[in-house]
Structure formats: C-alpha cells, structure tokens
C-alpha cells in the first residue's frame, strides 16, 4: 500500500499486513521534494506518480522511491497545472489528473504528453468547481468528487456525464447510491 502524506510532505509505502516499509519525499520544491502531496496512482510497471499540489507538477517515483522525472509546471495551458489534486490511471494506462484550480481534468500519456482536457469551470454537467479525487473504472467510467459544487460526476470513456450525486441525502432519494455501487463495479 502507498499513501500520499499529505502534512508530512512525503509518501509512506506499507506492506499487506500494514507494517512501514519505507517513506520518501520532504519538504521542498527539488526533484523528489513535495509540498503536499495529495494524491497518486501505481501503473504496471509498479512505478509511483504522485500528484505534488502546491509544486503544481506531477513527479515519478520508481517503487523503492528514486525520482525518475517531473511532469508539468504551474499554468492553465496544456500539460501546466494549478494545485494538481489527484491521479488516476485509465485502463489504457494513461494518466487522468484533477487540476483543482483550472476547474479541468487532464489527460496525459504515461510519459506525461498531454493528449485531452475535460470539462471546464461551471456547474453544468461535465464542468468543474475544484475537482478533487478521481478514480477510473476497469471500463473506462470516470468517478470525480467535484468539490465547489457538492457532487460527483461519473463520466463515460468520452467525457460525457453520466451520473451525478449531490450530497448523502440527495442520493439516497435519488437512489444514488445505487448508481454510484453500480458505476463502481463497470
């Protein structure tokens, strides 16, 4: 199991039993340095990519810790960030990251080549107010907690919206909790 540390500028790395293993990171803005780490994702080939929020940059870990690159920089165009919340990894193992402040998703490569964007400040279907976590399905659906706005959107593979929760009781009546189990296991 590996944690993003948030207050601790670091990542912890546990074993199945939850026993330390290991920790990386610290304080700072140099290449294997974070300031809040917020959120990360582990593809196939077992390396770490970790969402550094207020360093507005992704950076790769391998699974022992080394840094192995920085992705993006501060900024509102392709592939730049302001305050990247999390990430997750598209079952094509590409890299789809909360930008919170750019009120976006971004779509890059594992390499970090922006191929997409999605959705855009507002809140209308597919826009964003501060998106914070996301996680994506075995088929493609995108769940993100959409937090200016109090809901989840559930996106398909395109982008489009496909469900959405406002708050716990909003989704009881609405029978959200169905759709969100369902969307869960797709």
């Given at each position: 199991?590996?944690?993003?540390?948030?207050?601790?500028?670091?990542?912890?790395?546990?074993?199945?039993?939850?026993?330390f293993v290991a920790k990386f990171g610290g304080h700072g803005a140099a290449d294997g340095r974070f300031n809040h780490p917020s959120g990360l994702a582990v593809d196939r080939e077992g390396r770490i990519v970790v969402a550094d929020y207020q360093n507005d940059r992704l950076q790769v870990f391998t699974e022992d810790g080394a840094f192995i690159r920085s992705i993006g920089k501060h900024g509102a165009g392709p592939g730049e960030f302001d305050r990247p919340f999390d990430v997750a990894l598209t079952p094509d193992g590409h890299l789809l990251i909360t930008d919170y402040e750019n009120h976006r998703l971004q779509l890059l490569t594992s390499s970090g080549e922006f191929l997409h964007e999605l959705g855009a400040h507002g809140a209308r279907d597919g826009q964003f107010d501060s998106p914070g976590g996301v996680a994506v399905s075995p088929t493609g659906f995108v769940c993100?907690?959409?937090?200016?706005?109090?809901?989840?959107?559930?996106?398909?593979?395109?982008?489009?919206?496909?469900?959405?929760?406002?708050?716990?009781?909003?989704?009881?009546?609405?029978?959200g909790r169905h759709a969100m189990a369902a969307a869960a296991r797709a």
């Open positions: 199991m590996v944690v993003a540390d948030y207050q601790n500028h670091r990542v912890q790395v546990f074993d199945a039993a939850g026993a993100v907690t959409d937090c200016g706005n109090g809901r989840v959107q559930i996106l398909c593979e395109q982008g489009q919206m496909q469900l959405q929760a406002r708050d716990a009781a909003a989704s009881a009546e609405a029978g």
